[in-house]
């Protein structure tokens, strides 16, 4: 920039696509970290019950199969036993690949507990290791784990919002978006670079565009809480009336302060079964428990609609009658259209409706999108090297400050998340808070990449972390097989798709980071980039 | 010629408070507007606050004066705001 005087009087010639490279750059480089980050942590959460499994391999295989009225017998003993006056008591019915185990929660007038999974046959916990799982690891791209939900909140609402901005002015700037999408100039350094991202972003972007809209949705009252606020007030009476008139069915009461025992819940579930078929029951909520304005919601399970608002009937909970029938939120039916809509976009977000293939279209549109991500930042770089090399003087800060992010963060994440898994399977079993040391044992890793990739030429550094990160997930079969009974030779003859599936996934991604380490070894190309030398050679 | 520095602070600033301004007015608008039960308006206001947001930041960048866009999105904010709590008659 030279002379403000300059930049008034050029201001009205700027192009409108300018602008939109401008504000597109910006975007993306001021959160493309984060965004990585967000991306790749929940794109591994569309694995997140198989991982679950991984990480605690001495559980018993799934209990979806066992009748919904057994496990609820043995659940609702535990709660009253533990918690009769509580105002709210949740159960989770195991129904599929998402819930393979029961789970429940409660909230009370003064505490509440937080939601544990037990065993259907006894109602106690299970005797395993203790770890955050697959859920701890899709649950990092929102709450970025070691953040106050406070700070998490704004930060990945912004960085989503960045996301929005990024895809919209991306679209902008490439206006021939079929054209470049066929285009494709390997081996020519920026071109290739420009290129690849560009057909990243097109390749998915309607998912890119959903998972992004989706996401601040899902944030949306947190992130613009003044709307609520306009109508309801900012006290918490007012935020749970709002949550009652727009969730809520119709027919829930107040607890009335007299005391009336729970109607049997067994009529009830063969009520739910006759109208969702067996094994269909996903929640069971109920209201004030003990009290005469007691009510019990059944939910039906959402494996059958990408929307998260299936039926839900609503039980008097003193008389056992059924009182109101929910119709899914998103059909004509429905009485919400707005919450139609949301439950709809969460639905698409979550994807816990997707059967197997769909759920591996997931996984790779979200591999996309961290590749999408991970190419912008490094594109930048290669931009900038360009420029420095046609003027005097040597990189900027900004630029080698990038550089080293890059290679830290893009291939040291990956690398992070192995030491998860590491440390699931090497951390002794009676070590204190064993499951944070797990989640400390994936950003020291982490940390100790962003430290190689300060002190290494991003060059080399780049090429020294892919061969880290193949030996990091190549050899995580080989840590299964020494430190479980479910590890390959077991778990394909068995037909376990679960253990078998993880075991090959994480071996396809040393595989793949075998390759690219070898690449960026041998050939001088991917050098060549950061020497100014031949970069001016090539724009000459 | 780049935007850097300053320039880019400049808009940086409006788009995203002078944005988040708008997207929380146009929400709040929509819930007067839209003629359901409140319940429902405020989660449709939240919903398409957000597109408003995008526009918003968009808008600022292409038009590149940070006064003038500070001036119209508040000016647009306060009008959509106080029109929609109107038209839920939470004003008067």
Redesign the interface.
């Known amino acids: 920039?030279k002379g403000t005087e300059?930049?008034q009087v050029?201001?009205p010639a700027?192009g409108?696509r300018q602008?939109?490279t401008?504000?597109h750059?910006?975007?993306g480089l001021a959160l493309g970290w984060v965004l990585y980050f967000i991306f790749l942590t929940g794109t591994a959460g569309y694995f997140d019950t198989e991982i679950d499994r991984w990480m605690q391999p001495e559980l018993p295989a799934p209990q979806i199969d066992l009748p919904a009225a057994d496990t609820v017998t043995v659940l609702l003993a535990r709660l009253q036993r533990e918690a009769p006056a509580a105002e709210r008591w949740f159960i989770t019915l195991p129904a599929d690949r998402n819930t393979p185990y029961p789970q429940f929660f409660w909230q009370g007038a003064s505490s509440s507990s937080s939601r544990l999974t037990v065993d259907a046959t006894s109602g106690e916990a299970f005797t395993a290791r203790d770890t955050g799982g697959g859920q701890l690891l899709y649950q990092m791209h929102w709450r970025l784990h070691y953040l106050p939900r406070s700070l998490s909140n704004p930060v990945v609402g912004?960085a989503t919002?960045f996301m929005?901005?990024a895809l919209?002015?991306g679209v902008?700037i490439h206006k021939k978006i079929f054209r470049d999408f066929f285009t494709f100039r390997p081996g020519k350094g920026r071109r290739a670079w420009q290129d690849a991202h560009t057909a990243l972003g097109v390749v998915a972007l309607p998912f890119h565009l959903m998972i992004t809209?989706s996401g601040?949705?899902l944030l949306?009252?947190s992130?613009?809480p003044?709307?609520?606020a306009?109508?309801?007030g900012t006290d918490p009476k007012g935020r749970q009336q709002?949550i009652?008139?727009?969730?809520d069915p119709p027919g829930l009461l107040e607890p009335a302060g007299v005391a009336a025992p729970l109607a049997p819940l067994g009529p009830m579930i063969a009520t739910a079964e006759r109208r969702w078929g067996e094994g269909r029951i996903l929640f069971i909520d109920i209201r004030h428990p003990g009290d005469r304005n007691a009510r019990v919601l059944f939910h039906e399970n959402t494996d059958d609609s990408v929307s998260t608002g299936r039926e839900q009937l609503v039980f008097d909970g003193a008389s056992g009658a059924l009182l109101h029938t929910q119709p899914p939120s998103a059909t004509a039916t429905a009485?919400?259209?707005?919450?139609g809509?949301?439950d709809l976009?969460i639905g698409l977000h979550e994807g816990l409706f997707a059967p197997p293939l769909l759920r591996w279209l997931y996984f790779f549109s979200g591999l996309l999108g961290s590749a999408m991500a991970a190419s912008g930042l490094v594109l930048w770089t290669i931009k900038r090297r360009q420029q420095t090399a046609r003027r005097a003087g040597g990189p900027g800060a900004g630029l080698l400050l990038v550089e080293r992010l890059n290679a830290g963060v893009v291939a040291g994440l990956p690398i992070g998340i192995a030491a998860y898994f590491w440390a699931n399977r090497l951390l002794p079993l009676d070590l204190a808070d064993r499951a944070g040391w797990e989640v400390h044992a994936m950003f020291l890793a982490w940390l100790a990449m962003l430290i190689h990739a300060a002190l290494r030429p991003p060059a080399r550094s780049w090429a020294e972390q892919f061969a880290i990160a193949a030996g990091a997930f190549g050899l995580l079969p080989l840590l299964n097989l020494f430190t479980s009974d479910s590890h390959l030779g077991q778990s394909l003859a068995a037909g376990d798709w679960t253990f078998a599936g993880f075991d090959l996934t994480t071996l396809g991604f040393g595989l793949a980071f075998a390759w690219a380490a070898r690449r960026l070894w041998q050939a001088p190309e991917t050098a060549r980039q950061y020497s100014p030398r031949t970069a001016m050679g090539e724009s000459l | 010629m780049e935007l850097t520095g300053w320039r880019l602070l400049a808009l940086a600033a409006p788009a995203l408070l002078g944005g988040y301004a708008l997207a929380t007015a146009s929400g709040i608008f929509l819930v007067g507007l839209l003629p359901v039960p409140l319940g429902e308006a405020v989660l449709a206001g939240n919903l398409l606050g957000f597109a408003c947001y995008a526009v918003a930041v968009i808008w600022v960048f292409a038009l590149r004066r940070p006064v003038r866009a500070w001036l119209q999105l508040l000016l647009a904010s306060g009008i959509l705001a106080a029109s929609g709590l109107l038209l839920r008659g939470q004003l008067l």
Not at chain 1, 244 to 247: E, L, V, Y
Not at chain 1, 335 to 339: G, L, V
């Open positions: 920039m300059n930049s050029a201001v700027l409108f602008s939109m401008g504000l750059t910006w975007a912004f919002l929005l901005v919209i002015t902008i809209y601040l949705i949306g009252f992130l613009m003044l709307v609520v306009a109508y309801y709002f009652a008139d727009a969730f009485n919400s259209a707005a919450k809509a949301r976009l």
